[in-house]
């Protein structure tokens, strides 16, 4: 009697008279390896920033609005979805929400007119200034948009990340090489966890990339292979965020969090981290 190995699993199935039971075993356990094995990425090393910024002209001190994203007026939303759900309104009382999109998008507007950004400090609410807002917020909420924010937070970090490096190489690197700030959809939440009201919008105004080290390791029922190594190229994004006014900052990509610095050494306060993100279809409105 002699013993085989599951290929790459280091179980081992003794053969025997009962064949048909050796195979269901096989099988469950090719099938518990396949949804059971994990992939563990561990930042290794960091090196300096290898490459100087990019930035547009959009400076998030001086195009960007001087008060924090946080609203109290009480409005109703209206959504139109296709039927034959139709048209939803969610009204929102007089608790604080934040109009983040609105506020990302209503500072591209002012930027591409050429206007100087409103000097308020503390956000309205009521107003041209707060209907502006409020209406381009609304304007986010596009069915791909929406689909991307309920969706998303269900996927596995490793495919949110290569959602995140697709869309730096597919788009936002090109933008702002071109000059163009882009408009970003973050996914901050994980699962069922505040996923309607967790994740985030803000607008890319900038990035720089540097070379790091990543270990990769696969790990079965506590039994992990040997780590491997390789070296990577991580975009940082600098944004504008309407929930840190008059500041830069930072989008560690491979380390999933925001930051006050470039180096990626000073996380924000509050929910710093950042699972993913892609762009959202904005269309330039006259302020």
Not at 159 to 176: E, K, M, P, Y
Not at 229 to 234: D, N
Not at 249 to 261: C, F, L, P, R
Request: hydrophobic fraction near 35%.
């Amino acid at each position: 009697m002699s013993d085989r190995a599951l290929q790459g699993t280091g179980i081992a199935i003794n053969d025997g008279p009962w064949q048909t039971a050796r195979t269901a075993v096989l099988r469950r356990a090719q099938w518990l390896v396949a949804r059971a094995v994990a992939v563990a990425v561990l930042l290794a090393a960091v090196s300096p920033v290898a490459h100087a910024a990019v930035m547009t002209r959009f400076d998030p001190t001086v195009h960007g609005f001087h008060f924090i994203n946080q609203f109290t007026a009480q409005r109703a939303v209206t959504l139109r979805f296709p039927k034959p759900v139709g048209k939803r309104t969610i009204r929102i009382g007089h608790g604080p929400y934040g109009l983040c999109g609105g506020m990302s998008y209503s500072a591209l507007d002012y930027f591409l007119a050429g206007k100087p950004i409103p000097s308020d400090t503390t956000a309205p609410n009521s107003g041209p200034l707060y209907g502006y807002i409020y209406a381009r917020q609304l304007n986010t909420f596009t069915l791909g948009t929406l689909a991307k924010f309920a969706l998303y937070p269900f996927r596995r970090d490793e495919g949110l990340l290569s959602t995140s490096l697709g869309a730096f190489s597919g788009q936002i690197r090109h933008r702002i090489d071109g000059g163009n700030p882009v408009p970003l959809g973050l996914i901050k939440t994980k699962g069922f966890s505040h996923v309607l009201t967790g994740n985030h919008q803000v607008l890319a105004t900038g990035y720089s990339t540097r070379q790091i080290t990543i270990t990769t390791r696969k790990c079965f029922a506590g039994i992990c292979t040997k780590p491997k190594r390789r070296r990577v190229t991580e975009p940082v994004i600098a944004i504008y965020d309407p929930n840190f006014p008059n500041h830069v900052k930072w989008i560690q990509t491979y380390h999933h969090v925001e930051t006050n610095d470039e180096a990626g050494t000073s996380p924000v306060s509050g929910h710093s981290r950042v699972r993913g993100y892609f762009t959202t279809p904005y269309t330039f409105h006259r302020p």
